[in-house]
């Protein structure tokens, strides 16, 4: 049996399926869609010590890649997504995953689409 982690109330079935590749290719409006791929990089804002003057950093995020494969930076290309996510732990590098996805109005990082945020996810 499939493990299925809802983040919001959203189905799978109600959003199309798109390949990282098409969905980079397309740049979707905001709306929900579906795609599938590896954790390639996982990336959680270390904590601020109480204090300390600390510079903002990046949301909470997740890369994945149509390919099986560990990135060190954030140097993407197109068969790789970007996708905010409200935590970090379920995931481990190299696992896959099928994700249903907001794209966003909002733009704060490069690419060729609006953020994207998680809104659920199931091990494939």
């Given at each position: 049996a499939a493990i299925i982690f809802l983040i919001g109330q959203i189905s799978f079935a109600r959003a199309p399926f798109f390949p990282i590749h098409e969905i980079n290719r397309?740049?979707?409006?905001?709306?929900?869609?579906?795609?599938?791929?590896?954790?390639?990089?996982?990336?959680?804002?270390?904590?601020?010590?109480?204090g300390a003057i600390c510079k903002p950093c990046m949301r909470d995020n997740i890369v994945i890649s149509e390919k099986k494969k560990?990135?060190?930076?954030?140097?993407?290309?197109?068969?790789?997504?970007?996708?905010?996510?409200?935590?970090?732990?379920?995931?481990?590098?190299g696992k896959k995953f099928e994700f249903t996805i907001r794209v966003t109005g909002e733009k704060t990082v490069s690419g060729p689409v609006n953020d994207m945020e998680l809104l659920s996810f199931r091990k494939r």
């Open positions: 397309r740049a979707p409006g905001p709306g929900d869609y579906v795609t599938a791929g590896y954790v390639a990089k996982i990336y959680a804002c270390p904590p601020c010590p109480y560990k990135l060190e930076t954030f140097s993407l290309t197109e068969n790789e997504l970007l996708l905010f996510v409200r935590d970090t732990k379920p995931f481990g590098l």
